[in-house]
Every structure is written in structure tokens, then in C-alpha cells.
């Protein structure tokens, strides 16, 4: 008798993780839901349901890691052996670094990355000795450049991606037939940027180009079907990526060009506006798997982006000169400092 796959989803009451687990319901997948809004978890238990699958609501900070396993004890009781863990949930500060609170950024670790981390670990417990299942841990191509406005949540991207390169390394290792995979994902319009925590005067926005959470949720989970290990989604976001492994240099310069102003939108910021950064914003309203930018999330189609590509050009252009200008800064230190240690050399010798 063949066994009905269980899915793990975190994060799964809005956004990506709302759009994921509707995908691997549609998939053949019964659902965990792991999340800690009210609300969005049971809409999403019924958009589950709607598919035909069974669903579970999990509510679980995962920041707390005796939370996480918990869910996955709850969800192996009640639905079954689990198959299928993604790694979803996340939260950030958009703000210049020195307006982040430690404990604001330190909270943002702690969902985004440590979430990442308890997850996996509660996943393996129960995957390993089976030896099968598959994980999938959703990155973004801010795990691979960073940008102005977003330390916390960069930082965190690029844990996860550290975190996740080993992890799989040490599986690999072992010869264990559990999979490890991550995503990245591009700009997504998605309910977040109506409620993470922000010090910035308009209101903050996915830089383009966006995409919506069906095409992230149909990558995630055709990763758990096939186990691929590593995929950035987007054509602009692959380009991105590659110029910031070749020339990081270049990627830092047309980040701090380009990602600022990118980031807003020209709406004041509501001085009443909800932030999750400790507790859920969705305890009586569900607000699904959408944000606010569905006019413009039609990837490197929109037409708003294909407008900007000339001055992405000039941007690039000027990261370009940055760059080289840092090049030669840097050629020249350092043969003053080579100059230098010769000339303490020669003094020393007398």
C-alpha cells in the first residue's frame, strides 16, 4: 500500500509558505502547518482541504526550537511518517543597520536563520533513521548579495546558506538517502512587507523584479519531488548572483546605488502599521498568500522594470567605476605599505 506523503510547511499561514503547501496538496501531500497566526493558519488549513488533503495547524514560533519539535511530534502523530520539511518562516527590520534595536536584529536571526536551523534538525531526527525524506530550506538571492536597508535579514540569508552547504556536505558524508535542498528566491509579492518592522519614511517594497508566490511555491515543491540541491529563481536575480560571486566588489557598489530608494515605495508609512517581529499581526485576519504589488509581479515582464532597465545601466556603470576606483585605492595601499615595511626594514638593519 503505498504511503501518503506528509509535508512540514513553516511560515505556512501567509506568502510563500501559504502558496507552498497549497502546491504539494495539489501535489498528493497531507500538510503540517506551522506558523503562529491564528487566522492564517486555519484559512490555510482550508485551503488545503479544498485540494482534497488533509491539514493540520501547528501554531509554533520557531524561534523557539522546543516549539519546532513539538510540531514535528504533533504532526507525525496525527498525520504521519513526515516526508517532506520546508523551511519557510521568516522575519526582518527594513532599516539602516544603526536603527536596528540588538535585540530587533537579534529577533530576526532567530526566525530567519535559527528557525532554519531548529527545523532541519527536528526533520533529521526523524528522517535519518528512516533513511529517506527530503528537506528544502527557502533562500533568497540575498544569500548571495547583500543589500542596503536589510542587514538583518542578509545576514541571516547567507547563514542559511552556509548552514545548509554543510549540513548537506555532512549527509553526503554519511551516504544518508535524505535529501537537502534550498531555493532562492527572487522579489515576491507577498503580505510581509505590510508588517515586518520598519524605520523607513515610505512604505517598504519588494525590488523589482517581483514575481508571485506560485512561481517560488512551484520551485519549492518540485524541489521536494526531485531533491535538486541548489536553484536561484529569476533570470535578473541569477545575473545578479553571478556578478556577485565573480566581481563582489561590483555587487556591493550597485547594491548601494541601486537598493535604496528601490526599496520604497512613494506611500508614507501608516503611523498605526502592525509589525510581527514578536507576535503575529494575523490572530483575527487572515491576509493569504498576496501582498500589495500584484500589478507589478509579472518577473522581468513588468513592464515597470523593463522601463528601468537603462538606468540599471547607468547604476551599473557607476558600480563599475566604484569598483575599479576601490581597485586602484587598494593597489595603491598597498604598495605604500609595502614601501613602508621596506623602509622599517632598512632602519631596523642598521
Avoid at 168 to 174: D, F, I, V
Avoid at 257 to 272: C, F, L, R
Wanted: aromatic residues 6%; glycine residues 8%; contains cysteine.
Amino acid at each position: 500500500m503505498t504511503r501518503t506523503p506528509i509535508a512540514v510547511v513553516t511560515g505556512a499561514s501567509a506568502g510563500v509558505g501559504r502558496a507552498t503547501a497549497v502546491a504539494l496538496a495539489r501535489r498528493g501531500f497531507d500538510i503540517a502547518l506551522v506558523a503562529r497566526g491564528h487566522a492564517g493558519l486555519e484559512a490555510a488549513a482550508a485551503d488545503v482541504r479544498q485540494e482534497g488533503r488533509r491539514a493540520l495547524t501547528v501554531p509554533t514560533d520557531v524561534a523557539d526550537f522546543g516549539q519546532v519539535d513539538a510540531a514535528a511530534t504533533r504532526a507525525e502523530e496525527e498525520l504521519g511518517p513526515i516526508t517532506a520539511w520546508v523551511n519557510d518562516a521568516m522575519t526582518t527590520v527594513f532599516a539602516p543597520v544603526d536603527q536596528v534595536a540588538p535585540d530587533e536584529f537579534a529577533r530576526a536571526v532567530q526566525v530567519t536563520f535559527l528557525g532554519q536551523v531548529w527545523g532541519t534538525l527536528a526533520a533529521l531526527e526523524r528522517m535519518r533513521p528512516r533513511d529517506e525524506g527530503t528537506i528544502v530550506n527557502v533562500g533568497s538571492a540575498l544569500a548571495f548579495i547583500g543589500i542596503p536597508l536589510q542587514a538583518a535579514y542578509c545576514s541571516s540569508k547567507f547563514a542559511c546558506r552556509g548552514f545548509f552547504e554543510s549540513v548537506r556536505a555532512e549527509l553526503l558524508h554519511e551516504g544518508s538517502n535524505v535529501r537537502m535542498a534550498m531555493v532562492h528566491l527572487p522579489a515576491v509579492n507577498t503580505p510581509q512587507f505590510d508588517w515586518c518592522k520598519t524605520t523607513l519614511p515610505k512604505h517598504p517594497q519588494p525590488v523589482p523584479p517581483i514575481y508571485e508566490p506560485e512561481v517560488a511555491a512551484d520551485a519549492i515543491a518540485e524541489a521536494v519531488l526531485t531533491g535538486r540541491p541548489s536553484r536561484v529563481l529569476g533570470a535578473w536575480n541569477k545575473l545578479l548572483v553571478a556578478s556577485a560571486q565573480v566581481a563582489p566588489n561590483f555587487g556591493n557598489h550597485y547594491a548601494a546605488i541601486g537598493a535604496w530608494e528601490s526599496q520604497m515605495t512613494d506611500e508614507p508609512v501608516a503611523p498605526d502599521r502592525r509589525v510581527d517581529l514578536y507576535s503575529p499581526v494575523d490572530g483575527d485576519d487572515d491576509h493569504g498568500a498576496y501582498g500589495r504589488f500584484g500589478s507589478r509581479a509579472n518577473g522581468v515582464r513588468d513592464l515597470s522594470f523593463l522601463k528601468s532597465l537603462p538606468q540599471a545601466g547607468a547604476h551599473a556603470a557607476r558600480a563599475m567605476w566604484g569598483a575599479g576606483a576601490d581597485a586602484v585605492r587598494s593597489r595603491r595601499a598597498a604598495a605604500a605599505a609595502r614601501r613602508l615595511g621596506a623602509r622599517h626594514g632598512r632602519l631596523s638593519a642598521r
